[in-house]
């Protein structure tokens, strides 16, 4: 009889166990969107670690359906997503607060997914510090985002007055910066990866005069923040679960963009962000990345108070509140 009995409880906890392991994957089971989640991605870093995600979402592989777009600039991206039109967008990092501040708050920044991608090029051998800069002509992308408030941060602290000592060029996409050092001798220029690597591609005298990314160090030990995901806060609050999934499925696309290098390539190729060529020597310098929570917030928001202090419009007049930082991630 007592033999029965401990079968009996002993099969009963058993069931028990299988029952609550079985509750436990149903309650872990992603959250997914029923209809398509808009999200835009620049042309650069921020799309090449995307690329995964996008592959996986045209075959129907994605755990979310997605609609996704690449734009060359970033003004595409923000009339649509002060209109609603977008879900997520992956921007420059001040344009992040920039758009919080216009908005009102109806946006909130997710992670980083680029740091320090941003060089000065020049098709000559004149410039190996910010110094040589002067009375020069310097060609860049980015007017009112990062590239021009990354440029003017470190003239400045260096002691070179961007509006006297030398004459910045503005235009509107890399590529038309990439041509001009392309095809100018002695031409000098900002550019972010991968569009150095295509500026290269076209002409063997281009190189690395000075990267950002270790002048920014120099002056402050901080990294230089250039792009974040963004999203929108009506569409967050009525879709957190997935929102989340997609974090998720963004995160393991850039860890798959850095770690297959021949693959992510072919893919940045397909999605006619730069040849497939160009993608594998520019990827390992393209600092793709994906920096959420706490790490997140210190990262950007020590970013975001340097440029608040050199000019306040940079991010939009004033520093983004606490609720601008996503941190409920699962």
């Known amino acids: 009889m007592k033999k029965s009995v401990s079968l009996i409880l002993t099969a009963l906890l058993s069931i028990s166990l299988i029952s609550g392991c079985t509750q436990q994957k149903e309650a872990a089971a992603p959250e997914v969107s029923e209809t398509p989640i808009n999200v835009a991605v620049m042309k650069g870093p921020t799309g090449m670690g995307m690329v995964s995600l996008m592959n996986q979402s045209e075959e129907g592989a994605s755990l979310n359906p997605y609609n996704f777009r690449i734009s060359g600039t970033a003004d595409e991206i923000v009339a649509d997503i002060v209109k609603g039109e977008l879900d997520i967008a992956a921007v420059p990092a001040n344009l992040a607060s920039v758009l919080y501040n216009k908005t009102e708050g109806k946006i909130s920044a997710a992670a980083i997914n680029t740091l320090g991608v941003l060089y000065i090029v020049e098709n000559g051998n004149t410039v190996n510090s910010l110094e040589d800069l002067k009375g020069k002509t310097v060609y860049s992308t980015?007017?009112?985002?990062?590239?021009?408030?990354?440029?003017?941060?470190?003239?400045?602290?260096?002691?070179?007055?961007?509006?006297?000592?030398?004459?910045?060029?503005?235009?509107?996409?890399?590529?038309?910066?990439?041509?001009?050092?392309?095809?100018?001798?002695?031409?000098?220029?900002?550019?972010?990866?991968?569009?150095?690597?295509?500026?290269?591609?076209?002409?063997?005298?281009?190189?690395?005069?000075?990267?950002?990314?270790?002048?920014?160090?120099?002056?402050?030990?901080?990294?230089?923040?250039?792009?974040?995901?963004?999203?929108?806060n009506e569409f967050l609050e009525n879709n957190q679960g997935a929102f989340e999934t997609f974090l998720s499925e963004y995160k393991a696309s850039t860890e798959f963009t850095k770690s297959?290098?021949?693959?992510?390539?072919?893919?940045?190729?397909?999605?006619?962000?730069?040849?497939?060529?160009?993608?594998?020597?520019?990827?390992?310098?393209?600092?793709?990345?994906?920096?959420?929570?706490?790490?997140?917030?210190?990262?950007?928001?020590?970013?975001?108070?340097?440029?608040?202090?050199?000019?306040?419009k940079s991010v939009g007049g004033k520093l983004p509140g606490e609720d601008f930082y996503f941190m409920n991630q699962k």
């Open 260 to 312: 297959d290098l021949d693959a992510a390539a072919e893919l940045v190729g397909k999605y006619e962000i730069v040849p497939a060529p160009v993608a594998k020597k520019a990827i390992p310098k393209s600092n793709i990345t994906f920096i959420a929570g706490d790490d997140m917030k210190a990262n950007l928001g020590a970013y975001l108070k340097i440029l608040f202090e050199q000019d306040p």
């Open 142 to 232: 980015g007017k009112g985002t990062t590239p021009e408030y990354a440029l003017n941060y470190l003239l400045t602290s260096n002691g070179i007055d961007p509006q006297k000592d030398l004459t910045i060029e503005y235009k509107a996409e890399s590529t038309e910066v990439a041509a001009v050092l392309a095809s100018t001798p002695d031409a000098i220029g900002v550019l972010p990866e991968p569009f150095v690597t295509v500026a290269k591609s076209k002409n063997e005298n281009l190189r690395d005069a000075i990267s950002f990314g270790d002048e920014w160090k120099k002056i402050n030990g901080e990294e230089l923040v250039t792009g974040v995901l963004i999203v929108r």
